[in-house]
């Protein structure tokens, strides 16, 4: 039972996000700067957003060499030199919008670990680099010279580093965005989760936390921004959900005689320092049935995996301690790039961000916006 005022004044919009990530909170936002007089209503199911924006590791990054020569398979050259460029392009407009201070930017490059079985990507870097200087102007990868005294197992027998890449702090991203949609009078109403969307109607139906009450919202437009859980408001997609486990450990109490962010197993694996900690990902490639899934869950083959990784390759002969774990859920498909369309009269997505939210998932959410206004 809803009052008089609450029917009046919360319930019809100009526009409904579903999703409160960064690619929900970008289309608002760009929305509401196209549109400044129109009302903005963002729903999201939990109290932060549910799928991996302030779940990822935080990398500033538009991919490793071994992932860019493994797209090879599924896209021609065109492709994806205009995939790497959307998500390096994407990163520039970020720091250029909300500044490397804001979002805690640090400029420290990126690393691939080569092990014996991918060492042949290194043959590569310089048919890579002309393919891609056309976009940065310079080399991205080299070799990295005495890579020895990064103090990495014998394992691994190179270093590519990666001149355009660095890393940042995802939860001082969505401050930021959060920040700039408040201004704009952009509303945000977490703990209510859309069961259903008229998509031609642009009727959402709502349920709350409980489960004990149904909440009706229309909007002239709706927008889904729920990445991997998209499938579930529009089952005709292709959209696979990817999770993706991160532990992070006790401070170390030796020195890291490396910086930056790091790659390695084609960019399935990935780790940074941060705190003094050792942040460390990745590994779904381990099992890829099992993390298609939906569940805030840990595997733990992939974590004693990683685990292993640890006192193997990044600190062989240390003891790490782990202090916490968790799980963030992005979504695939068939192509890397990202889908932007309609799904009737009202309703448009952006979904398929391919675990590089941070580096497109403002831009996603720009081009949502402009596809909504032509709606």
Known sequence: MFSYWEQKNFFSYDLIVIGSGFTGLSTAINYKKKHPKST??????????????????????????????????????KEVSALVERRYKGLQQIRKIFGDNTLRYQHTHGFELLEEGNLSAADQIGEVNKMLRKIFKKD?????????KLGFSN????????????????GAYLGALWEKASRMGVKILTGVSVVEIQNDAGIVLAENTGKSKVFEFKGEKVAICTNAFSKKLWPESELEPGRGLILLSKPLNHKIPWKGSFHLDKGYVYFREIDGRLLLGGARNKDFESEKSLEFETNPKIKSHLENLAKEVIFPGQEIEWEMEWTG????????????????????????????????????GKELSQLLSKM
């Open 155 to 170: 394992r691994v027998k190179m270093i590519v580093e990666n001149h355009f890449e660095g890393e940042l702090d995802p």
């Open 329 to 364: 859920i992005m979504a695939f498909g068939p192509k890397k790039s990202p889908l932007i369309q309609p799904i009737g009269e009202k309703t448009a997505v952006a979904v398929r961000l391919g675990g590089m939210g941070v580096a497109i998932g403002w831009q996603v």
């Open 140 to 148: 991205v990868y080299s070799i990295v010279k005495k890579s020895e």
């Open 40 to 77: 903005v209503l963002i729903l999201e199911k939990g109290v932060f957003p549910t799928g991996a924006s302030t779940k990822n590791a935080g990398f500033a990054c538009f991919g490793s060499l071994t992932e860019i020569l493994d797209d090879f398979w599924s896209m021609n050259p």
